[in-house]
């Protein structure tokens, strides 16, 4: 079993679609978790970043983790046709140093 | 502020060969990571470099290695390629071990014939 568990998709909507995208992760040992989002032929680029449990709003993202149940999600709203990419969640024990990725979902939003 | 660049971008060998990665992080930036991303595994962390030494290895075998040179460039390099090694080899810098941010590269495309 992976550390970090999240749904390949891919997951199509229509533009203006509120999307959530998902990981569950078994180390409860995890402080810090992020969001990447990668274009076709890219390096991933960091979207949020949320120390321990709550949330965070950035724009029209938002990142929520829940440790209790080791899950987390991020919400897009309104999404438009330039958020098609690739969303990896990642974490990590300590500030900074290995990352330890979801398998990403692939996201593409319909005009 | 130029972001990390990686060299070459695209790289075709063959079984047995080695090959040899180039990073160079964003200007300021001392820790610099490498992580393979492959369709089946996903991104996996390789190993970790700051201030030309090795802080933190992942779960690779000896043919994958690397080294820090006193700039904070960055090389890795593989021997004795095998076709599984075919994969995107991303570097990420930060600037330092304790950053919150990891900034990627383009990455390199490396493939094994």
């Known amino acids: 079993q992976k550390e970090v568990e999240q749904d390949p998709g891919p997951l199509s909507v229509p533009e203006g679609a509120i999307v959530s995208l998902n990981c569950t992760y078994s180390n409860s040992a995890f402080q810090y978790f992020m969001w990447y989002r990668q274009y076709s032929r890219k390096g991933p680029e960091l979207l949020m970043y949320t120390y321990s449990s709550g949330n965070k709003e950035d724009g029209r993202f938002t990142a929520q983790v829940d440790k209790s149940s080791k899950y987390i999600s991020l919400f897009i709203r309104d999404s438009q046709p330039s958020d098609s990419a690739t969303y990896l969640c990642?974490?990590?024990?300590?500030?900074?140093?290995?990352?330890?990725f979801g398998q990403g979902t692939e996201l593409s939003v319909k005009p | 502020k130029a972001g990390v660049t990686q060299t070459p971008r695209y790289l075709i060998k063959t079984r047995g060969q080695q090959v040899t990665l180039s990073c160079s992080p964003i200007?300021?930036?001392?820790?610099v990571s490498w992580y393979q991303q492959t369709p089946g595994q996903g991104l996996q962390f390789l190993f970790e470099y700051f201030s030309e030494t090795q802080r933190n290895k992942g779960n690779f075998p000896g043919r994958f290695s690397g080294r820090q040179f006193s700039n904070s460039r960055s090389e890795m390099n593989v021997s004795t390629l095998e076709l599984g090694d075919s994969a995107l080899y991303l570097c990420?810098?930060?600037?330092?071990?304790?950053?919150?941010?990891?900034?990627f590269g383009p990455g390199t495309r490396l493939t094994v014939l």
């Open positions: 990642a974490m990590t024990f300590n500030q900074g140093g290995k990352l330890i």
């Open positions: 200007s300021g930036h001392r820790s």
């Open positions: 990420a810098s930060s600037l330092n071990l304790a950053a919150d941010t990891q900034y």
